[in-house]
Nanobody, 121 residues
Framework: QVQLVESGGGLVQAGGSLRLSCTAS????????MGWYRQAPGKQRDLVAD???????NYADSVKGRFTISRDNAKKTVYLLMNSLKPEDTAVYFC???????????????WGQGTQVVVSS
């Protein structure tokens, strides 16, 4: 059973920083993409950033220059360093991994339980 466990959310003042971590456990063949999504109250879940096994990254325009995504493939862990946080960054942040269970299978989306980030003004 594949599981994603997140940590690192919390309350921070505007302009501050937080680092989120997400570690995958269980048996699988590959994890080509890991990323972070966020969902504010009453809004849809949107991509914040993702990263490939080779290190290619993709960011939402709203976080470019402030957030940095990275991953440690050996540890099956993805990180999100969030700097210069703004009140509009307040949301539940979800870890996402696209995982292939075997060489011949297509990837499936797995999600973490979510971690709350609150940025006060």
């Amino acid at each position: 059973q594949v599981q994603l466990v997140e940590s690192g959310g919390g309350l921070v003042q505007a302009g501050g920083s937080l680092r989120l971590s997400c570690t995958a456990s269980g048996s699988f063949f590959s994890m080509p993409t890991m990323g972070w999504y966020r969902q504010a109250p009453g809004k849809q879940r949107d991509l914040v950033a993702d990263i490939s096994t080779g290190g290619s990254t993709n960011y939402a325009d709203s976080v470019k220059g402030r957030f940095t995504i990275s991953r440690d493939n050996a540890k099956k862990t993805v990180y999100l360093l969030m700097n210069s946080l703004k009140p509009e960054d307040t949301a539940v942040y979800f870890c996402n991994s696209k995982i292939a269970r075997s060489l011949s299978s297509s990837t499936i989306d797995y999600w973490g339980q979510g971690t709350q980030v609150v940025v006060s003004s």
